[in-house]
């Protein structure tokens, strides 16, 4: 297994592909998530390898000095730690496993670093698949949105090897800071989901509350602002409230990828046999609010469908 060295960012020159004497890097999978985590890699001095669906998605990368190629397998052939960042299970299984997928261009020794939310099960069966060709997975999905993907402040939530864990970690270190080795195969996207079920129910309390104190004649922003300084501070409160409160829902975490999120949760605990009413309460709120078309917007959204609820029709 490859040990990758830390560049020195204040010797490089991040736009020039040829400077760097560092290992390869390859990231597919480049929307909203994954083109700002690319891009940090690319400027702290890493050559890096790119693919993306959309031909025009690779361009902002090709820009920053990064090479762009046809496939997953392309990418795997000439790199030997390979990042993923794509929507669902099925995306991952069709990167990893597909035609031209990943495991078709992979040498023994590779590591895949996937750092989608998708379901635990599956990843520990591709991670069997490729260690009987030689390859590790490391499972390390992420919380921040794209605000913090585009400031390398992820918190990052890594299963996997200790070993594959170790030589990914100056890479980590690029894109977030909270990182933490949760456990075996799976233990990353569990933990994960363990995240969601907080977030999730966290936006609905605020949600709740904020609507409680408009219909009660109170100025949100100052019950907000109140609530802060004391024990039920939060940064949901402090920035996704802002967002109810200015009913600002520009995406930074779209609800329809929160909502398969929530599904991922409740799969989880059908097969371990959990009751877990709070996050389907939540659940039925993102799937309001995807049904109202609203799909793209950010989940901190759901205060809409909250409102819509209570019958009310307020003035902002």
């Known amino acids: 297994m490859t040990h990758l060295t830390t560049p020195d960012v204040t010797k490089s020159d991040s736009t020039d592909p040829g400077v760097s004497p560092l290992a390869p890097l390859g990231f597919v999978g480049l929307g909203i998530m994954g083109r700002p985590m690319a891009l940090n ?16 998605a690779m361009d902002p990368l090709v820009a920053a000095g990064a090479i762009a ?36 261009g992979a040498r023994p020794g ?5 750092m989608s939310t998708i379901s635990a099960a599956a990843t520990r069966v591709l991670a069997r698949r490729l260690a009987g060709h030689g390859v590790e997975l490391l499972d390390a999905p992420v919380s921040g949105g794209e605000t913090g993907a585009i400031q ?4 990052i939530m ?21 990182i933490v080795h949760v456990g075996d195969h799976g233990a990353g996207q569990v933990c994960k989901a363990c995240n969601q079920v907080v977030i999730s129910q966290t936006l609905a309390g605020v949600g709740e509350a904020l609507l409680l104190a408009r219909a009660a004649g109170v100025d ?16 949901v409160l402090e920035m996704h409230g802002q967002r109810m409160i200015d009913h600002n829902f520009a ?42 078309g609203h799909g793209e917007l950010d989940s901190s959204a ?8 209570s019958g009310r029709n307020l003035t902002y």
């Not at 795997?76 to 031209?100: K, N, P, S, W």
């Not at 390398?152 to 918190?155: A, V, Y």
């Not at 759901?302 to 609820?309: D, G, L, T």
């Open 220 to 235: 949100p922003a100052k019950v907000r602002a109140a609530l802060l300084g004391g024990s039920a501070q939060s940064k």
């Open 69 to 104: 190629c046809t496939s997953p397998a392309e990418v795997a052939r000439q790199v030997e730690m390979l990042f993923t960042m794509v929507a669902d299970t099925a995306d991952v299984e069709h990167v990893i496993l597909g035609h031209e997928g990943i495991l078709a």
């Open 158 to 178: 890594v299963g996997g090897a200790a070993a594959a864990f170790a030589c990914a970690l100056p890479l980590f270190q690029v894109l977030g800071k909270n």
């Open 41 to 56: 890699l690319r400027r702290a001095g890493w050559p890096l390898f790119v693919h993306a669906r959309r031909a025009e």
């Open 110 to 114: 590779l590591v895949v670093v996937d």
């Open 152 to 155: 390398g402040t992820l918190s």
């Open 302 to 309: 759901i205060y809409e469908v909250q409102e819509a609820a």
């Open 251 to 292: 995406p930074g975490f779209k609800a329809r990828l929160h909502q398969k999120d929530l599904r991922l949760v409740l799969e989880a605990a059908l097969e371990l046999g959990l009751a877990l009413p709070g996050t389907a309460l939540a659940a039925q709120y993102l799937n309001a609010l995807v049904g109202r």
